[in-house]
Nanobody, 124 residues
């Protein structure tokens, strides 16, 4: 059974940092692009960041560029999202996803595997 399990969410003050992890099991995703999305209450699930299969290329939503960093460790089948300078508007459930291609994927439909999400709450 393929699973993506996110961890590292929590409550943090504005300006603080969190590091999310997403551990995959059931199969390797070392040849797949990976990404992070987020969904705030009453809103659509939006793209946050993506990384290609090797980790050599990354892409970010404008709203998090310069503050968030996506990375991966293929030996551990894990992808990370380092979030710095957090703002209250970053509050959302964050989802990890694995795409069906190797390059950068920014569209929800390109992702076939999803985790259950981890809550990130940023207080002002």
């Amino acid at each position: 059974q393929v699973q993506l399990v996110e961890s590292g969410g929590g409550l943090v003050q504005a300006g603080g940092s969190l590091r999310l992890s997403c551990a995959a099991s059931g199969r390797t995703f070392s040849r797949n692009a990976m990404g992070w999305f987020r969904q705030a209450p009453g809103k659509e699930r939006d793209f946050v960041a993506a990384i290609n299969w090797s980790g050599g290329h990354t892409y970010y939503a404008d709203s998090v560029k310069g503050r968030f960093a996506i990375s991966r460790d293929n030996a551990k089948n894990t992808v990370y999202l380092q979030m710095n300078s957090l703002k209250p508007e970053d509050t959302a459930v964050y989802y990890c996803a694995a795409a069906g291609l190797a390059g950068i994927a920014t569209v929800r439909g390109e992702y076939g595997y999803w985790g259950q999400g981890t809550q990130v709450t940023v207080s002002s």
